[in-house]
């Protein structure tokens, strides 16, 4: 038995690795084949760079490795390479981006290459020799994928600013050309009634599609570069949210929309980003409200924060969409079926909140009926400036420089 033992452990897992590079490809390449992103995809670019990845695998197992170098790649912080150029693992991740792979499936092609690695080669080693080199093995593995993760997380960074670009610049600009042009027509005399209606559903369809465009750059930022960015001026909240109230009832004649203020709404916001929060809840309101049933908007004055009330009655929201209702892409199931847009304004809403320090609570009932309200303490550029004294304090003792 010991002979056999002593035999085994000859092959040690660096070994193993080279002798068997085949044999693990073609168990990558199985893998590889069955994500939904890798269709249609030859063996050349299923395997992409596992072979490199292999072979470094191999060279980082023979190396000296000290407890202090172990610690730090455990942590992913492992010595950059000597050479400049990317490594195997940095190129997989931004292939896997570029070829559609999600990061679920980037991760799982490592996590699958350590099972197979591992199911291969442990009968061909003796148990004492097994614990030590598979450690090695697995922060080797460990360190491959957080390279390819951080390659990969550049590349989405790199998506979004072209995405924020293309938003912001190559759509916004000819569309706001088709709607200042459907303006301009709408203004002159030439028109006969039938062209009059014909622009006007031009300047309207473009209204909206300009609100959309603007809703996903907001949803963009949020999700993908942090909070919405604000400029918090002195303000009366209750002027903007009356006058978003007469523009939805201007826009949708048919529903009646009452505005009441009460107590001190003066404060510190961002006026333009509150106009769109409050927009969105009021339009909220209308389209899964009850038509012949008032929408009420409600602006009350305290003595440390304003709060704004949007009720309209109908069918409530489900106890079971409540937690839903404010993530992007959602619609509320109230068998309304009006939904319309791309279902992301409440999620903005809640973020043009959140940006200001404050919240956004809902109510729904059969019998109260829906009530979204927003609290907004009075002074959110005080807030603002805090947060930023106390980042920049930090960034300063983490000896950065002050953004």
């Known amino acids: 038995m010991r002979q056999v033992c002593d035999q085994k452990a000859r092959m040690t897992l660096?070994?193993?690795i080279i002798r068997n590079m085949e044999l693990i490809l073609s168990e990558w390449e199985k893998f590889a084949r069955t994500i939904p992103a890798a269709e249609g995809m030859d063996t050349s670019a299923l395997r992409d760079h596992a072979e490199k990845m292999l072979k470094a695998f191999?060279?980082?197992?023979?190396?000296y490795q000290s407890a202090e170098q172990q610690a730090a790649k455990s942590k992913g912080r492992a010595p950059p390479p000597l050479c400049k150029d990317?490594?195997?693992a940095t190129s997989h991740g931004t292939d896997r981006f570029v070829e559609g792979f999600d990061l679920k499936a980037l991760v799982s092609e490592y996590r699958a290459l350590r099972a197979t690695v591992t199911r291969l080669w442990t009968p061909e080693v003796?148990?004492?020799d097994r614990e030590t080199q598979l450690s090695r093995f697995n922060e080797a593995i460990d360190q491959a994928?957080?390279?390819s993760v951080l390659r990969y997380s550049d590349e989405?960074?790199?998506a979004r600013e072209l995405f924020l670009g293309v938003i912001g610049h190559d759509l916004r600009t000819p569309l706001g050309a088709i709607?200042?042009?459907a303006q301009y027509l709408l203004q002159s005399d030439g028109l006969s009634g039938e062209h009059i209606k014909a622009t006007a559903m031009i300047h309207r369809s473009g209204t909206r599609i300009q609100k959309m465009l603007s809703d996903l750059l907001d949803v963009t930022r949020t999700r993908l570069g942090g909070?919405?960015?604000i400029a918090p001026k002195a303000m009366d909240v209750s002027r903007t949210a009356k006058h978003v109230a007469e523009e939805a009832h201007a826009f949708h004649p048919t529903h009646t929309v009452v505005f009441t203020a009460t107590g001190d709404c003066r404060g510190t916001w961002d006026e333009i980003r509150v106009y769109q929060l409050l927009s969105n809840l009021v339009e909220n309101a209308i389209r899964h409200g009850a038509t012949e049933k008032p929408v009420k908007v409600e602006a009350v004055g305290k003595a440390d924060e304003v709060q704004i009330a949007v009720h309209n009655d109908g069918v409530p929201i489900l106890q079971s969409e409540m937690r839903r209702i404010f993530e992007p892409m959602k619609q509320a199931e109230d068998g309304s079926n009006r939904a319309e847009g791309l279902g992301l304004g409440l999620y903005i809403a809640r973020a043009i909140a959140t940006a200001h320090h404050g919240a956004i609570d809902v109510e729904s009932t059969k019998e109260r009926g829906t009530t979204f309200t927003v609290r907004l303490p009075h002074h959110a550029r005080a807030v603002v400036a805090e947060r930023r004294r106390v980042e920049s304090g930090r960034r300063l003792s983490d000896g950065q420089l002050p953004a």
């Open 156 to 158: 989405v960074s790199r």
């Open 179 to 181: 709607l200042l042009s």
């Open 86 to 88: 990317d490594t195997a």
């Open 227 to 229: 909070g919405l960015p």
């Open 58 to 63: 191999a060279h980082d197992l023979v190396q």
């Open 145 to 147: 994928l957080h390279e």
């Open 126 to 128: 003796c148990s004492e």
């Open 14 to 16: 660096p070994e193993f």
